[in-house]
T-cell receptor, first 114, second 115 residues
Framework: AQSVTQLGSHVSVSEGALVLLRCNYSSSVPPYLFWYVQYPNQGLQLLLKYTSAATLVKGINGFEAEFKKSETSFHLTKPSAHMSDAAEYFCAVSDNKGAQKLVFGQGTRLTINP | EPEVTQTPSHQVTQMGQEVILRCVPISNHLYFYWYRQILGQKVEFLVSFYNNEISEKSEIFDDQFSVERPDGSNFTLKIRSTKLEDSAMYFC?????????????FGPGTRLLVL
């Protein structure tokens, strides 16, 4: 069965600092990996996804993530945090079987300090 | 930009009552999903739906739950007899293609509180 672990339920960084949100996955087949962001009172919005093309994936709002098969990781980074990045971030995995359900991690709440 | 919409945004109900959560997926999408998130827990898959049939359902999706596409635009989740533990945020999602790499587009959610 697939699973996702996000290390750190809360991450706090200063404005302008590097953002690093960790995601490790478990999958018996080559995975598809997603990062979603949820702003207060809004739905989940796709930031980026890995679909077995380039291992370094660029997304919206300056975020990127690198798929590392040897480490079973898909960490999300942004070089310089902005106050508007404060939100909850979810890593998710799916495969190409069945109806493509997403399996989510528990989420990481990112706080940006001025 | 097309988006998934959900109504109501909040619903409070008494235990044992029936609730219907409504979703309008993106208009040209063919695959529909419901997920839920109990406060403080992970977002969990409930059910997927295609061509007027359930494609897959989780263990959570028992006989108390049902889904329906009553017309060409709406997709509903019904809980027949709500329990306290059904209190959660319920998300609807849709996608236009089949395949694990396809993006699922999520609505803003309905927060259900069962008293």
């Amino acid at each position: 069965a697939q699973s996702v672990t996000q290390l750190g339920s809360h991450v706090s960084v200063s404005e302008g600092a590097l953002v690093l949100l960790r995601c490790n996955y478990s999958s018996s087949v080559p995975p598809y990996l997603f990062w979603y962001v949820q702003y207060p009172n809004q739905g989940l919005q796709l930031l980026l996804k890995y679909t077995s093309a380039a291992t370094l994936v660029k997304g919206i709002n300056g975020f990127e993530a690198e798929f590392k098969k040897s480490e079973t990781s898909f960490h999300l980074t942004k070089p310089s945090a902005h106050m508007s990045d404060a939100a909850e971030y979810f890593c998710a995995v799916s495969d190409n079987k069945g109806a493509q359900k997403l399996v989510f991690g528990q989420g990481t709440r990112l706080t940006i300090n001025p | 930009e097309p988006e998934v919409t959900q109504t109501p945004s909040h619903q409070v109900t008494q235990m044992g009552q029936e609730v219907i959560l409504r979703c309008v997926p993106i208009s040209n999408h063919l695959y529909f999903y419901w997920y839920r998130q109990i406060l403080g827990q992970k977002v969990e898959f409930l059910v997927s739906f295609y061509n007027n049939e359930i494609s897959e359902k989780s263990e959570i999706f028992d006989d108390q739950f049902s889904v329906e596409r009553p017309d060409g635009s709406n997709f509903t989740l019904k809980i027949r007899s709500t329990k306290l533990e059904d209190s959660a945020m319920y998300f609807c999602a849709s996608s236009d293609q089949r395949g694990g790499s396809e993006t699922q587009y999520f609505g803003p959610g309905t927060r259900l509180l069962v008293l």
